[in-house]
């Protein structure tokens, strides 16, 4: 079997990762560099950001992020050299207006990674002295932990071009699809080169909608677009993550700081924005005041593949049997990444399944289309 990835995000090289493994011949095709969009852009939190806020399957998904990383950081660190720098740095959130339902979330799902404790200011100065005395109560996740999502990607494109059984077509932009009697019989590139594959996987991210119009059903996934700032501090000077009012900030080992994010409905625009800057930075300063300290390094942006529940879709495509998608993770698409892969593997396989795989099917985009 020989299988086209189209799309080398974190769901993408993550998908190529899970077949390649079980001996799978895998074509990865991207339309610039591999792993250089949302995937590299987001901040790496292994946990939905307030998880009681999302369907439960993307928790479903996303509690197993930290295990399945950490599994795979051991098992590519030895070709790559690449160590993922996964932190167990834990959170604290200051939104009072979730502290109930944060507090009973652990229990009421038996999701063990999201056990908190609230804290009096005196605890939260304990842990973290560089918080806001303002903030007189926290809830603090001590489990919650993130990965250094750029190092992430780079391990594992360094690993998949290890393996002979993986092929990378980057700088490649797939335009079409060869289809004959709901099969797909290959896919073709703009300069009219088809290539052939077993099945083919749509891992495009933001861009999935584009392939609506040929496929004759609505892919109702768009680009939301995310900016965030980064700080460069003395190494371990902040000692948890941070969040309050969906601003956060996510300290690295070696003393960088990654602040965001926001969140704009303006198409494929990449554009950095000055009062979209001040506001994440007015948000981090508030928690952290002695941030202002130090000097910003870099600033960019990155497009969120948003779906309509934040539910990604995995599974086949409908009518086409061996068309599947990976695809409409949202803001969690990295903290679904490796469990979204492990179960479309399992899928194609026809393998025990990682979660039940029916809140993510594909199928129901017919009753989705009118929404889009």
């Not at 590299?40 to 369907?55: E, H, N």
Request: glycine share 6%; with cysteine; proline share 6%.
């Amino acid at each position: 079997m020989n299988v086209a990835i189209i799309g080398a995000g974190i769901n993408g090289l993550m998908s190529a990762l899970e077949l390649s493994e079980q001996g799978i011949e895998v074509h990865i095709y991207d339309q610039q560099q591999a792993g250089r969009e949302a995937s590299w852009a987001g901040g790496g939190i292994l946990s939905p950001m307030y998880p009681w806020r999302y369907p439960q399957p993307v928790n479903a998904l996303a509690k197993h992020a930290k295990a399945l990383y950490t599994e795979w950081n051991q098992k590519l660190l030895p070709t790559t050299g690449i160590d993922f720098q996964i932190q167990q740095t834990g959170m604290l959130i200051f939104d009072q207006k979730d502290f109930d339902i944060g507090l009973n979330y652990a229990n009421t799902h038996q999701e063990p990674m999201q056990i908190c404790q609230h804290l009096t200011q005196k605890d939260i100065q304990k842990l973290n002295p560089k918080v806001s005395k303002q903030f007189q109560e926290a809830l603090f996740f001590p489990e919650l932990s993130n990965v250094r999502n750029p190092r992430l990607l780079q391990s594992l494109i360094n690993y998949l071009k290890h393996q002979s059984n993986v092929t990378f077509h980057e700088n490649i932009k797939i335009s079409k699809f060869c289809i004959q009697d709901s099969y797909v019989t290959g896919i073709e590139d703009e300069q009219k080169v088809i290539y052939s594959h077993d099945h083919t996987i749509i891992t495009t991210g933001a861009w999935s909608a584009n392939w609506s119009a040929q496929l004759n059903l609505q892919i109702p996934v768009y680009p939301i677009q995310g900016q965030m700032v980064l700080f460069k501090t003395p190494k371990n000077w902040l000692t948890t993550m941070c969040m309050n009012e969906v601003m956060y900030l996510i300290p690295r080992k070696d003393g960088h700081i990654v602040c965001g994010s926001s969140m704009k409905d303006i198409g494929f625009d990449k554009a950095l924005c000055m009062h979209t800057q001040q506001n994440i930075l007015n948000a981090c300063f508030e928690m952290i005041p002695e941030l202002q300290k130090f000097p910003i390094i870099k600033q960019w942006t990155g497009l969120r593949p948003s779906s309509p529940t934040g539910i990604p879709y995995i599974g086949t495509y409908p009518q086409l049997s061996n068309l599947w998608l990976n695809t409409g993770h949202f803001r969690n698409g990295l903290c679904m990444g490796a469990a979204s892969a492990r179960l479309l593997r399992q899928l194609i396989l026809k393998q025990p399944c990682i979660e039940d795989p029916t809140p993510y099917q594909p199928s129901q985009l017919v009753s989705m289309t009118k929404h889009f």
